[in-house]
């Protein structure tokens, strides 16, 4: 059966530092992945996606995540971490034979201290 | 442009009531997806059309739940007699194509008291 992995609960990070939040995937066909953020009271936001080619896709507001097939991984990164990306972050998979509709991990709060 | 619109954005109902909640995708978009996500949580799949067809209603939870979308526009999902435990945040998305990214409105905050 399908699933996503986000094996930290939190993630604590300095400002300026780079930060990295973990996601891990199994599905029984290609991955479609993706990386939503929730900032508190608001709704999901985009902000990226892997569908097919370039293993490393950049996205909205500096973020980045490369896709390893041979640990089936899509991890989130930011070289420099600003308070403002506080927030709770899901990654999803859906995949090519399967349902279209998004499988979420259980989310990471990232917290960046100033 | 406009995003994903639902209404109400808050609704408390008594047990056994019959609740409906609306989703307004964005203009071309043709999938609609409904999910229902619990406080700090990831949201979890109900259903999902592709304009006006319901492709996928193996996540309803149970057959008090159903949803349309007639037109392949604006779509609905009811809950019949509600329970306590279908207090939740209900979320709608929508997106251009099947492999497109989905934008999600700001959801339905659902209490049954």
């Known amino acids: 059966a399908q699933s996503v992995a986000q094996p930290e609960d939190q993630v604590n990070v300095a400002e300026g530092n780079p930060l990295t939040v973990k996601c891990t995937y199994s599905?029984?066909?290609?991955?479609?992945l993706f990386w939503y953020v929730q900032y508190p009271n608001r709704g999901l936001q985009f902000l990226l996606k892997?569908?097919?080619?370039?293993?490393l896709v950049k996205g909205s507001y500096g973020f980045e995540a490369e896709f390893n097939k041979s640990q089936t991984s899509f991890h989130l990164k930011k070289p420099s971490a600003l308070v403002s990306d506080s927030a709770l972050y899901f990654c999803a998979v859906s995949w090519d034979t399967g349902r279209r509709a998004l499988t979420f991990g259980s989310g990471t709060r990232l917290q960046v201290q100033p | 442009g406009a995003g994903v619109s639902q209404s109400p954005r808050y609704k408390v109902t008594k047990r056994g009531q019959d609740v409906a909640l609306r989703c307004d995708p964005i203009s071309g978009h043709v999938s609609l997806y409904w999910y229902r996500q619990a406080l700090g949580q990831g949201p979890e799949f109900l259903t999902y059309f592709n304009y006006e067809a319901q492709q996928d209603k193996s996540g309803l939870p149970n057959d008090r739940f159903s949803a349309e979308r007639p037109e392949g526009s604006i779509s609905t999902l009811t809950i019949q007699r509600t329970e306590q435990r279908d207090s939740a945040m209900y979320r709608c998305?929508?997106?251009?194509?099947?492999?497109?990214?989905?934008?999600f409105g700001p959801g339905t905050r659902l209490t049954v008291l």
């Open positions: 892997y569908i097919t080619g370039d293993n």
């Open positions: 998305a929508s997106s251009y194509g099947l492999y497109n990214e989905q934008f």
């Open positions: 599905v029984s066909g290609n991955p479609y």
